[in-house]
Each structure stands twice: as C-alpha cells, then as structure tokens.
C-alpha cells in the first residue's frame, strides 16, 4: 500500500513539473514575443526620428529660402518704384 502511495505522489509531482514545464515555454514564447514588439517599437522609433530630423532640416531650409525671396522681392520692389519715378515722374 505505501508503494502504491509513493507511486500516485510520485505521479502527482511528475505531472504538476509537467504542467510548471508547459506554463515556462509559454511564458518564455510571450517573452520572446513582447523582445520582439519591442525591438520592432525601437526601430520604429529610430524611423520616426529621422523622419522628423529631415522634416526639421527641409522646413529650415524652406524658411531659408523664403527669408532670401521676401529680401529679393523688396529689392524688386524698391527697383520697380525707381523705375515708375523714372518713366512717369520724369527724368
């Protein structure tokens, strides 16, 4: 009788380390999937930042260019008004 006993524990443990065993592999599987997001959300990221950096340099660069057309379109201005003196105020 005490062998049957030792042998229903012995079967009782055997199976509870199974079930520990499977619910490791799962928990290891779910980590490997959150290692997974993860680096995905840190490459995405990387991305997202050098969009960002270009988006930055290209608006600098507009704004640039949008300061030296306003200047070129003032001296426009100031050489059309000289030329409006000249041709209808007289010489």
């Known amino acids: 009788m005490q062998l049957d006993e030792a042998k229903a ?3 009782l443990k055997t199976s509870t380390i199974s ?3 499977t619910r490791v592999n799962e928990l ?3 980590l490997d999937s959150i290692t997974a997001d993860l680096e995905a959300t840190r ?3 990387e991305g997202a930042e ?3 950096a270009t988006a930055e340099k290209g608006l ?3 704004s640039a260019a949008l300061v ?3 200047g070129e379109s003032d ?8 030329v409006r003196h000249i041709f209808f105020d007289g010489s």
């Open 75 to 82: 001296k426009l201005g100031q050489a059309s008004d000289e």
């Open 68 to 70: 030296a057309l306003q």
């Open 50 to 52: 050098l969009a960002k």
């Open 9 to 11: 524990s012995l079967d």
């Open 28 to 30: 290891q599987a779910t």
């Open 43 to 45: 490459q995405n990221l």
């Open 19 to 21: 079930e520990l065993e």
């Open 60 to 62: 600098a660069d507009t």
